[in-house]
């Protein structure tokens, strides 16, 4: 017993620490609410409003970013695995780079031309490394396919041509045949910039002359045309609708007594017809009949009329 009591401290007696016995053991809310939401705290502080000691400080302080796994609220970060294996064919299927290009075809035996300037199209296939050699559609001539598909020896037979070797505006052999290189199209660019290639500046095609020239041949005259004047529409257009102009005629050369005549001439634009009437004044002493010309069509020249003479009669 006096083992036991001896580590007992004794609250009666003064001592070096101070026994304190306590009596309010309620738990002070850790947080305010404001609109509506509940926000935590900055003071932490235990039962009884007791501070707490510094591991439970530390312990509640959530914003230590050095000390905070993340691990612990989202999980460990998962491996990836290896990327699922493609094959070269599979990884290339149905992409193909175009370049454009021409050879120059000699011709024997012809008076007025030596050569045939011919645009083909260079296919290479990615999946296989085959090339093969088209002309373009509707370029006039019956041939079509140059080269058939596949692997082109460059120099020997154990080295083919690959898209490495190819660019726009060199010359490319294939079977003997020197073809120029002068474009490609906008895929074929991306993918040899991708694959750290610098193009060349792309060249125009040259016109094969005997090509214009047979174009020019088989071209035919254009003839215009005349419009045919739709009698009803101008009639539903222009009905009712004329133009009045006020003219004098002038006879006094002819005549001392003559004079200046006043008259008004009507044009009519529903059929292109004109008539002239005279303006007579009350009491003028003239015949009161004022029609000098009655509504008809008046042609430009005079000249050439039927009945003018024997070689255009009227009949």
């Not at 914003?63 to 460990?76: A, N």
């Not at 990836?80 to 992409?95: A, C, I, N, Q, T």
């Not at 003559?258 to 303006?279: C, G, I, W």
Request: glycine share 4%; hydrophobic share 35%.
């Amino acid at each position: 017993m006096d083992r036991w009591t001896d580590q007992i401290p004794d609250c009666s007696s003064p001592a070096p620490h101070t026994c304190r016995q306590e009596t309010k053991f309620h738990l002070s809310q850790q947080f305010d609410y404001k609109n509506g939401y509940a926000l935590p705290r900055q003071v932490i502080v235990g039962v009884g409003r007791n501070p707490v000691d510094v591991d439970s400080v530390a312990f509640h302080n959530v914003e230590d970013t050095v000390r905070y796994d993340p691990s612990l609220t989202y999980g460990r970060v998962k491996n990836h695995g290896p990327s699922e294996f493609r094959p070269h064919f599979v990884l290339y299927d149905k992409k193909t780079l175009m370049f454009q290009a021409f050879f120059k075809q000699s011709v024997f035996e012809s008076p007025t031309e030596h050569f045939r300037v011919r645009h083909v199209n260079i296919l290479y296939f990615l999946e296989d490394d085959t090339i093969t050699v088209l002309e373009p559609e509707n370029s006039g001539l019956v041939q079509g396919r140059l080269v058939r598909r596949g692997k082109i020896p460059k120099t020997t037979l154990e080295d083919f041509w690959h898209w490495k070797d190819l660019n726009v505006g060199i010359d490319v052999s294939f079977y003997g045949i020197v073809l120029h290189i002068v474009d490609c199209d906008n895929f074929t660019k991306e993918f040899m910039e991708s694959q750290g290639m610098e193009l060349n500046q792309p060249e125009d095609l040259p016109v094969d002359p005997y090509t214009t020239e047979r174009g020019l041949k088989m071209r035919q005259p254009t003839n215009k045309t005349q419009l045919v004047d739709d009698k009803l529409r101008r009639f539903l257009e222009f009905d009712g609708k004329v133009l009045r102009f006020y003219v004098v005629w002038d006879d006094r050369e002819s005549d001392d007594c003559a004079e200046l005549t006043p008259y008004v001439l009507y044009y009519y634009l529903s059929d292109d017809t004109m008539e002239v009437q005279e303006v007579q004044s009350k009491n003028s002493g003239k015949d009161p009949f004022p029609l000098l010309l009655r509504k008809i069509k008046l042609p430009k020249n005079w000249k050439d009329l039927p009945g003018n003479s024997l070689l255009n009669p009227l009949l």
